[in-house]
């Protein structure tokens, strides 16, 4: 079936609010510009979490589409977890998914760069006593003073993970304020701190109570975990942070290779 007709307003519902231009001379397949559209709609909170997309057959005759353009548009974005198809209710928009690289880099600065408009609320900024696990990750004395960090990480309103940091107490400064306009790797790095490495390990459990009221999950939800200490180019280790992430919104990718 050919492609023809004019883009108009799209069906009734929260696909009503957008405006979708399709440039039908362009070598992008139709399919492929109405699916990036639709996904920065829903990066960008236009289509929220919980609306309803509406009916293919109605989609497809309102953009002057075929049916199996929108719905290979559709599906593209059910693959990346964007949408879900429930039976008697719809294409329903969930929530994005953020994906992180291994790589020794922020998660505000991962946010920010995948343009998922990162926010930071500080749960805890003060000094305590280094604990025997806290201390073998920094190899520092037990009972040392340390900086202890706690934040909650979110992206357009939504918890994404809960931070928690450890550094030695003379290491820098750490402003409350100025934690929750930037993130922590900037502020190490603006006090003349240059990270070289790090040792991190991931893995998965089921939130607590406390963790599913903070991130918005309930009880029992899947969580990863990563645990991470990081060393500046002296080899000093200068960071361990232990984190816990939605599972619902927020993967690792890993690249695998071949020993030679």
Known sequence: MAETGTTRPATAGAFDRLEVALDRGSPIPLYYQLAQQLESAIELGALAPGDLLGNEVDIAARLGLSRPTVRQAIQSLVDKGLLVRRR??????????????????????????????????????????????????????????????????????????????????????LDTARLEATGLYRLMKAA???????????????????????????????????????????GRAVEYGDHVYRAARYTFDFQLLVRP
């Open 192 to 234: 003349g701190i240059t990270l070289h490495s790090a040792h991190q390990t991931v893995g998965a459990r089921s939130a607590t109570p406390e963790e599913g009221a903070l991130l918005g999950e309930p009880a029992g939800a899947a969580l990863l975990t990563m645990r991470r200490t990081a060393y500046d180019d002296t």
């Open 88 to 173: 008697g209710i719809g294409t329903q928009v969930v929530h994005s998914q953020v994906r992180r690289s291994l790589e020794l880099s922020s998660l505000y600065d991962d946010l920010a760069a995948a343009g998922q408009s990162p926010a930071t609320r500080v749960l805890r900024n003060e000094i305590e006593s280094a604990s025997a696990e806290v201390a073998a990750a920094l190899g520092i004395p037990e009972g040392r003073d340390v900086i202890v960090l706690e934040r909650l990480r979110t992206t357009h309103g939504e918890p994404v993970a809960h931070l928690r940091n450890h550094l030695p107490a003379t290491l820098l400064d």
